[in-house]
């Protein structure tokens, strides 16, 4: 099946923007969505379809992807961002349709 | 608006079974699909499965295939997964989902079930 990865951890400062890669064999050409996840809490849809963010997402969180990575962007980031963030790669026609990441724990320092 | 609920906690024996529900409301039951994921503490997320309610067809990721059932009842807009021959491996919390869209984002959650599997 179709094999996604994601880097443990990246860390970011406040305000500043943090990047979250997400690898796959030519990913770009696949549907790409994006959640977050704190502590205890369910995942929660924030970019679906490579770059489109659901209603109540705000626009400091956007996607795009290209040839075998995708890419979460947050700018600004804030303290409330700190989570951990899966990509879920839609691969449709296959016998595993949904594949998620490993997940990359965000830190804001 | 959509709204998952899922069943309580479960402690089960290695070797038994666990089922977990899954209440729908807020839309049409059988034009989505349910997806059911889990993740094991301090894990990721595992894509388990996915049923179509209104055709009834079921897909598992292979590793549960046999050992997995998901089943709807439309009458009452819930969904239920059965795990059997637990062992401590499945410990973990279970999600299901539902999907929106041609390409399965993952829009709406339960609030999930934990299930621990100790003797």
């Known amino acids: 099946s179709y094999v996604v990865t994601q880097p443990p951890s990246v860390s970011v400062a406040p305000g500043q923007t943090a990047r979250i890669p997400c690898g796959g064999s030519?990913?770009?050409?696949?549907?790409v969505h994006w959640y977050y996840q704190r502590p205890g809490q369910a995942p929660v849809l924030v970019v679906y379809d490579g770059g489109d963010r659901p209603s109540g997402i705000p626009e400091r969180f956007s996607g795009s992807s290209s040839g075998d990575t995708a890419t979460l962007t947050i700018s600004r980031v804030e303290a409330g961002d700190e989570a951990n963030f899966y990509c879920q790669v839609w691969d449709y026609g296959t016998f595993h349709p949904v594949v998620f990441g490993g997940g990359t724990k965000l830190t804001v320092l | 608006q959509v709204h998952l609920v899922q069943s309580g906690a479960e402690v089960k024996k290695p070797g038994t079974s666990v089922k977990i529900s899954c209440k729908a409301s807020?839309?049409?039951?059988?034009?989505?699909?349910i997806v059911w994921v889990r993740q094991a503490p301090g894990q990721g997320l595992e894509w388990m499965g996915m049923m179509n309610p209104r055709a009834g067809s079921l897909s598992f990721a292979e590793k549960f295939e046999g050992r997995m059932t998901m089943a709807t009842d439309p009458s009452t807009s819930t969904a239920h997964m059965e795990l059997r021959s637990l062992t401590s491996a499945d410990t973990a919390t279970y999600y299901c989902s539902r999907p929106t869209g041609g390409t399965f984002r993952l829009e709406f959650w339960g609030q999930g079930s934990h299930v621990t599997v100790s003797s």
């Open positions: 030519d990913i770009g050409s696949k549907s």
């Open positions: 807020g839309y049409t039951f059988l034009r989505y699909y």
